[in-house]
């Protein structure tokens, strides 16, 4: 926490960097060379590192490909040269306490990650082992960006829907030690709204501008706090396959989009 707020002092952004390198749509000089994926990613992070409060890369574009190992280099890139940058695992995992253990290693021992999505759906025992580390955080699926996440998100309970009560119990009994985050779509403007009210200050990770579309005004509008900061607003393809202007390669065309997301999103804080 200490970390992203620092970030975000200074860097004066909310932008989330997310790295999802789809082999198809990298450089072609990236898809020969075996090395290609870590490459591509270093040279999106020195790119867009100042104008950044925080790198995400997803886990599954790595593990597809078997370059798990890429990834280590990467994150270890990010933490030994931005060092004041935090990093998430985007893995959202989600298991019993036993193996959730050997997810929490997996990304904060194997990944040296600040932080770690992971879902809330198998309760309490299955989010301690994170909380154990206690000084990294733990980022709790909340209200996601996509349609169907309305399917069980969006189930009234006690006569509210679901994901309020995952705020309510992030905030209330999860976030003892103040680690906890939450992550809610900035597709869904008016339910980043509700969700802040219920959790104050705390950190949303707010996925869904750019290549999903999400309106930025109203994402800042609804989901900063009350300093103005609050969350984490990630674009990944928009950034990372921003198309080249003349005279542009693929990393100055990835900081010129992340500089008009980051100038966009300050616009309305
Ligand atoms: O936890 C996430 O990061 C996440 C949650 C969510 O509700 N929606 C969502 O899109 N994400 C992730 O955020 C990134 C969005 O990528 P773009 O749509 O390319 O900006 C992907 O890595 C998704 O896996």
């Not at 490459?39 to 886990?59: R, S």
């Not at 298991?95 to 904060?108: M, N, S, V």
């Amino acid at each position: 926490m200490n970390k992203l707020n620092a970030a975000w002092a200074a860097n004066n952004s909310l932008l989330c960097v997310g790295l999802d390198p789809d082999m198809a749509r990298l450089p072609a000089q990236f898809q020969q060379d075996p090395n290609g994926i870590y490459q591509f990613c270093t040279a999106i992070i020195d790119a867009t590192a100042d104008l950044a409060c925080a790198f995400k890369p997803q886990i599954a574009y790595f593990a597809a490909l078997g370059a798990e190992r890429q990834l280590e280099d990467i994150c270890a890139y990010a933490r030994e040269k931005y060092p004041h940058i935090p990093l998430i695992l985007d893995s959202k995992r989600g298991d019993i306490g036993a193996t959730a253990k050997q997810y929490a290693r997996e990304a904060y021992d194997r990944y040296g990650a600040d932080a770690v999505t992971v879902s809330p759906y198998m309760g309490s025992d299955s989010v301690e082992p994170y909380m154990e580390w206690t000084d990294r955080g733990v980022i709790v699926l909340c209200r996601t960006s996509n349609p169907g996440g309305s399917d069980l998100q969006f189930l009234q309970v006690d006569g509210k829907p679901l994901y309020q009560h995952v705020a309510r119990l992030v905030a209330e009994k999860w976030n003892a030690n103040g680690q906890c985050a939450l992550v809610v779509g900035a597709t869904y403007p008016e339910e980043l709204a509700q969700v802040r009210a219920i959790v104050g200050d705390m950190p949303l990770l707010v996925p869904g501008v750019g290549a999903q579309g999400g309106d930025i005004e109203a994402t800042v509008k609804s989901g900063r706090s009350k300093a103005g900061t609050g969350m984490m607003i990630n674009s990944s393809r928009a950034i990372l396959y921003a198309t080249p202007q003349a005279g542009e390669d693929f990393a100055a065309a990835a900081r010129r989009v992340a500089l008009e997301t980051r100038d966009a999103i300050n616009q309305h804080r």
